[in-house]
């Protein structure tokens, strides 16, 4: 049988937050005896009422089922969006989402859906995370909670919450993974054209695109540059080239720009993405080091274990899928 998967509207939610998982959970299988496949899910969306609720971009949903005829599920997944974020709309929704809470295995709350789990009390003393810049309006609101304002998605119990939007699809990539293994969540990533796995304590945003918000001018441009070519030989002439300036007034630049030399910078990209490749994949340290630019597999241990204080292949037994 699907595992049932009920997703709660209200109105002013942010239409990703329930499109994202949604098309997750129905994209994933899982094989039969007999050759092919059946859905792994049952994704259905229920309300306080069967009117059609309005989200924040405009949006229509009618939602499947109301609070009183909703099926038992197995998760109960809680977007984000303005409405929730409204305390009057997240209280009139705890004693439901409460209620529910005894029955089902577990709850997940994507963005600032955290809001409306809060409200139920169930999350005191326990480690959550929200879109980075609602964080400090939740610390505020729910001081017993241990807000994590990096962290892409968390779970602290039978309770999971992640940072904004795209985070959503991230979080349920993982609980299809503990549901059903790495191969049914790496079937849906490649069936969304997605990241099979992000870690979950990774920061909600990148450094290109944070520096990028620091940066107007062509040091933007370059961030992105660096980015996507993190296994070439980067040299601060090859950034003085696409800047149009000298070596000596990119490294000047650079550093003025964005705290830090291009050297670090690089590197920092290199290792966080090490981090990444490392969790997500088989691949040998050899062909991640040469992926990522090193010289040698020797060299890249020596950055790895020097930036982390563990070598990579202790990294990936700790972190990685398995």
Request: net charge positive.
């Given at each position: ?48 009422s ?10 229509s ?96 119990g039978?309770?999971y919450?992640?940072a ?32 099979l ?105 020596r ?20």
């Amino acid at each position: 049988m699907p595992r049932r998967v009920g997703i709660l509207l209200f109105r002013q939610l942010q239409a990703l937050d329930v499109a994202g998982p949604m098309d997750a959970f129905a994209a994933a299988t899982v094989p039969e005896a007999g050759g092919g496949s059946s859905p792994a899910y049952e994704v259905f969306t229920v309300a306080a009422s069967k009117r059609a609720l309005v989200a924040e971009c405009g949006l229509s949903l009618k939602p499947h089922y109301t609070f009183e005829s909703c099926p038992d599920m197995h998760t109960l997944v809680i977007p984000g969006g303005c409405g929730v974020r409204e305390p009057r709309v997240a209280e009139r929704l705890a004693p439901w989402i409460a209620e529910r809470a005894r029955h089902v295995q577990r709850i997940a709350a994507i963005c600032t859906g955290t809001f409306a789990l809060a409200a139920t009390g169930l999350l005191r003393g326990r480690r959550v995370t929200t879109h980075w810049r609602f964080a400090a309006d939740l610390s505020g609101r729910y001081p017993g909670l241990r807000v994590d304002a990096n962290a892409l998605y968390l779970k602290d119990g039978p309770f999971y919450t992640s940072a904004g939007i795209t985070a959503g699809i991230d979080l349920t990539l993982a609980l299809i993974e503990e549901d059903f293994g790495r191969a049914a969540s790496l079937k849906v990533a490649r069936e969304l054209v997605v990241y099979l796995r992000r870690s979950g304590g990774q920061a909600q945003y990148s450094e290109p695109l944070e520096f990028e918000a620091r940066s107007v001018d062509r040091f933007a441009d370059i961030a992105r540059w660096i980015a996507v070519n993190l296994h070439r030989k980067i040299t601060v002439e090859a950034l003085a080239q696409r800047a149009r300036l000298s070596p000596r007034q990119v490294s000047r630049r650079f550093k003025s720009a964005f705290g830090m030399t291009p050297a670090d910078f690089i590197e920092n990209l290199r290792m966080k993405e090490a981090q990444r490749r490392l969790a997500s994949s088989g691949s040998q340290i050899k062909r991640v080091a040469a992926s990522l630019g090193y010289d040698s597999a020797h060299v890249f241990r020596r950055a790895f274990e020097r930036r982390f204080g563990v070598s990579p292949g202790a990294y990936r037994e700790r972190f990685g899928a398995g």
